[in-house]
């Protein structure tokens, strides 16, 4: 078919247009997913970012699926980019990246240990703590399941990339553990009215929150935690550092407790006098572990957005030896920056 020439100069503008049109919906590599999509200096922005960490469906994604998302992630942040990948798609696979694989090893963790597990296994344990604690048996095996969990987390979300060996995961395990079983059968020895009593597990997960923690990261509290500068350059190790990171996570840990330990004890202390609970006593642990679950996909995110994931101090607030290499090697550097976990 021969086209006349304002016919061919139609379609030859057409074609241009098409062209420039996917020229234009080429992606940018100036996006910065090195840090989240959200502004992280707001409380808002830093629950929408902990809303897609803490997602609990990312628990069902294959490996195929987590080695696809490292892959987008890592050529992009080298300049390659994955032809007709969109910018919601990058984000998706960088916030996919990032519940699977730790922040400063690059390592894919352990799943049970990922902040992605913390509602659907968290509510199961907290559900059943707050269910069978009446008796002495059921208190100390559900303190020791829940510790065990916690232990994992806790070396999986660690800041920084010093390893640990096994006396020292052992010592913070058999301290955290045991630190809550004492908690819970002291304060269940005193007797409580029935209402207190059922913050009876609350109170020791609190207590195991402050040991388990710093047990877990105390290679941290001796050697410190990489500290960097506003471009991401390591500047040294830091245990002043890791001092201020560890207690914003037992205060982020401790208050996502609340809401799951605090609200169903008492709502269920209600729904126990009325007749149909009476009647049907098996729906107890599936009504509980529900009301925990429902509490947690709000609580954990919400929690973890207290305190920035890239937290910062000042440089006079390191040790001396460390102050006088910064001003060194970096004068111009006021304010250090460092992962403090999860």
Known sequence: MILSRPEYCRAADERFTYRTFLMSEELSLNINIKEPRWDQGTFMGRAKHFFMVTDPRNVLLSSETLEEARVITENYRAG???????EDELWRAKYIYDSAFHP????KMFVIGRMSAQVPVNMSITGCMLTFYRTTPAVVFWQWVNQSFNAVVNYTNRSGDAPMTVNQLGAAYVSATTGAVVTALGLKSLRLPPIASRF?????VAAA????????RQRELKYGIPVMDENGNRLGESPNAAKQAIMQVVVSRIGMAVPAMAIPPVIMNAL???AFMKRFPILNAPVQVGLVGLCLVFATPLCCALFPQKSSMSVSGLEEDLQERIRETSPNTTTVYFNKGL
């Open 200 to 204: 009876v597990p609350f109170a020791a």
């Open 80 to 86: 390659i980019t994955k032809p007709g990948l969109s």
């Open 209 to 216: 929150n402050c040991i388990n923690i710093p047990f877990m």
């Open 104 to 107: 400063d090893t690059g390592e």
């Open 272 to 274: 126990e006098k009325k």
